[in-house]
């Protein structure tokens, strides 16, 4: 069956920690981004990666890291430098630039 | 300017009418157009993409482009209560993926 997964589905957090959200697919696909969406808004591109081991910035990136040593996985790091770090954490995957992008289910953080 | 604009609605529309959900772009070097539905909470899933001028129709959905005038729409026919949730429309230039703010869509049955 395949798709994307993220973990978990919902996030707690004191300020000032890092957080690390998991995104994995098994679609076979290059591409993997990482999107930002708050209430009532559109999504933010934060991360995005077109192969293993490179990944480039997108609109807001700072206060986040990511990592793709993996085709399957490109986790998300939130640092304690994201100012406004409680959203919804979409990511989403793609055969490549151009094609549709295929959604997980999300991770709902909550900074306290 | 944003790169792609939406009216945010709400757009009502009884059931069984057909619902028109509009999207204008400003990047001409856009190829790909996508719509996602979203329903509160959750994640946007893909309804429909087009990559050439005019019409791609499937089942209830058809999705208009329009590259001269840059505009895409995406009309549901036979609209049914189940369709409410907000629409999101997408544009690619192969260098970015970017989204409108989307359209949230009521069918009052």
């Known amino acids: 069956d395949g798709g994307i997964t993220q973990s978990p589905k919902y996030l707690f957090r004191k300020e000032g920690q890092n957080v690390t959200l998991s995104c994995e697919q098994n679609l076979n696909h290059d591409a993997m981004y990482w999107y930002r969406q708050d209430p009532g808004q559109g999504l933010r591109l934060i991360y995005y990666?077109?192969?293993?081991?490179?990944?480039q910035k997108g609109d807001i990136a700072e206060g986040y890291s990511v990592s793709r040593e993996k085709k399957e996985s490109f986790p998300l790091t939130v640092t304690s430098a994201q100012k406004n770090p409680t959203a919804f954490y979409l990511c989403?995957?793609?055969?490549?630039?151009?094609?549709?992008?295929?959604f997980g289910p999300g991770t709902r953080l909550t900074v306290t | 300017q944003k790169e792609v604009e939406q009216n945010s609605g709400p757009l009502s529309v009884p059931e069984g009418a057909i619902a028109s959900l509009n999207c204008t772009y400003s990047d001409r070097g856009s190829q790909s157009f996508f719509w996602y539905r979203q329903y509160s909470g959750k994640s946007p899933e893909l309804i429909m993409f087009i990559y050439s001028n005019g019409d791609k129709e499937d089942g209830r959905f058809t999705a208009q482009l329009n590259k001269a005038s840059q505009y895409v729409s995406l009309l549901i026919r036979d609209s049914q209560p189940s369709d409410s949730a907000t629409y999101l429309c997408?544009?690619?230039?192969?260098?970015?993926?970017?989204f409108g703010s989307g359209t949230k869509l009521n069918v009052k049955p």
């Open positions: 997408a544009g690619d230039n192969f260098n970015k993926f970017y």
């Open positions: 990666s077109q192969i293993v081991n490179d990944f």
């Open positions: 989403a995957s793609s055969i490549g630039p151009g094609y549709e992008q295929y």
